[in-house]
């Protein structure tokens, strides 16, 4: 049964082989499928540039200074930034979840129930502060006072609820919120200034400096940040250095316990793999840590936001694997065996388009050469014998005869070497009749 359906799909080629414009219908698909394949690699090697947008919170946040800072480092890798203000970190992932952004910087801690959203890169902590009006000396002395928690869709507001809940104080009981932007603060008169003001920043912070300054703030201890941080998986226990916002009076006065959050830097899952790749080159580049005055650690980068990796993140992670690793050199081994299987197919498909060879195209056969031969040695002893039965041949009447026999006997060896032949015996039974008729002629009988 095998060999009846490789006959028919022997026959079935044969057929299509030898119809020369289906063939040649079948070359071009062939040649453009090709064509495709090699315009394909062309295009991911050739330079692009990408237009992304990006938030990283409101203006007077550092994020939107990092924002601003890797924007004008990743013009440089092609890749433009366009920054636009939200507010809160919740917001940013809304709006990366609905596409509207493309990359946005935002604080751990939050609900990862976004399914368009993609973990690109953990930055850094940022520093929870809690400033207060001078004569609070304890978070528990927050009940009954307004307390500043950012806007509602900011990330600052869903970690500080749940520090002020910890320490026993319930949102409308023990503590008034409010949610006055940072931009709103600082044109805010003295006297409608919040008791305490809660924001996330990495230090020094702007906005803290201008509180402290001016307006004559104090930064709270958070004295629990490590059991804080066994109980919540994204929240490290960090400190504030002492002197860190003003020298006299000294603000803080020592290096006081607070709650690191790591920052994010996320995108939505369709932004380009080599957009994201770009982007991370622009981060860790050492133009930007200087701008920025902050150690960029590679080793930090999968620090876990709760959102998948990003494509473009791994392929980031993976350029400094060897070139000739284990697994590289099994790859180039198949991919060199692949080429010649390759290779091999390419000539059979090759040879298969050409078409068969006409029939003139075919090496002629020389049989019918030394045929002609025989016959012309068997004309010649016709002659001989015609001779003889007219009595004793004359020598001059013989000698034509033994001149054409060795011509005759001169093109056999000279076409002996070359000839392509069906009977392979033919010159031989052609040079024995020759020397047979050749005997004969040097003795004839005499009458």
């Known amino acids: ?39 394909h690699f062309v295009y991911e090697i050739l330079p692009r540039s990408y237009t992304l947008k990006i938030t990283g919170g409101d203006l007077l946040s550092n994020r939107h200074y990092l924002a601003r800072s890797l924007q004008g480092e990743a013009a440089a890798n092609g890749v433009a930034l366009q920054v636009i203000p939200v507010q809160g970190s919740q917001e940013a992932l809304e709006q990366v979840n609905q596409g509207r952004l ?21 930055i850094a902590p940022e520093l929870l502060h809690f400033l207060v009006q001078p004569g609070i000396n304890d978070i528990t002395e927050l009940r009954g006072k307004r307390v500043n928690l950012g806007s509602k869709k900011g990330g600052t507001r869903v970690i500080a609820k749940q520090i002020l809940e910890f320490s026993g104080l319930d949102d409308g009981v023990d503590y008034v919120e409010s949610n006055i932007s940072a931009e709103q603060l600082v044109s805010l008169p003295v006297k409608k200034m919040p008791e305490a003001i809660v924001i996330t920043s990495f230090a020094p912070s702007d906005v803290a400096d201008y509180l402290v300054k001016q307006r004559g703030y104090r930064l709270l201890e958070i004295p629990f940040p ?8 994204w929240v490290a226990n960090s400190e504030i250095t002492a ?57 930090r980068l999968t620090v876990p936001s709760g959102f998948p990796l990003a494509e473009g993140t791994k392929k980031y992670l993976e350029r400094k694997k060897p070139l000739l690793s284990t697994d590289t050199l099994d790859r180039l081994k198949a991919l060199f065996g692949l080429v010649l299987s390759v290779a091999s197919t390419l000539l059979v498909v090759f040879r298969w388009f050409k078409g068969p060879a006409p029939e003139s195209a075919k090496p002629a056969k020389d049989d019918a050469f030394f045929l002609g ?25 013989i000698e034509p005869l033994r001149q054409t026999l060795g011509r005759i006997k001169g093109d056999t060896l000279a076409k002996l070497g070359t000839a392509s032949l069906d009977n392979p015996q033919l010159p031989q039974q052609l040079l024995h009749i020759i020397a047979d008729l050749r005997n004969r002629l040097e003795s004839p009988p005499h009458a």
Request: cysteine-free.
């Open 1 to 39: 049964m095998a060999n009846d359906a490789e006959q028919l799909l022997q026959d079935a080629l044969a057929r299509i082989q030898r119809n020369a414009r289906l063939r040649k219908g079948l070359a071009l698909l062939l040649v453009f499928a090709l064509l495709a394949v090699a315009g």
């Open 243 to 299: 002197y860190m916002y003003n020298v006299k009076p000294a603000v803080p006065e020592r290096n006081i316990k607070t709650v690191g959050v790591n920052l994010h830097l996320v995108a939505h899952k369709d932004v380009d793999p080599r957009a994201i790749f770009k982007v991370l080159e622009s981060l860790m580049s050492p133009a930007l840590e200087v701008r920025l005055r902050m150690k960029m650690d590679e080793a």
């Open 102 to 122: 493309d990359l946005a910087l935002i604080q751990g801690g939050l609900e990862t129930t976004y399914p368009n959203v993609t973990h690109v890169a953990t």
């Open 226 to 233: 490590q059991s804080l941080a066994l109980r919540l998986g």
């Open 373 to 397: 031969l025989i016959n012309e040695v068997a004309g010649i002893e016709a002659q001989f014998e015609q001779l003889r039965s007219a009595g004793a041949p004359p020598l001059e009447a």
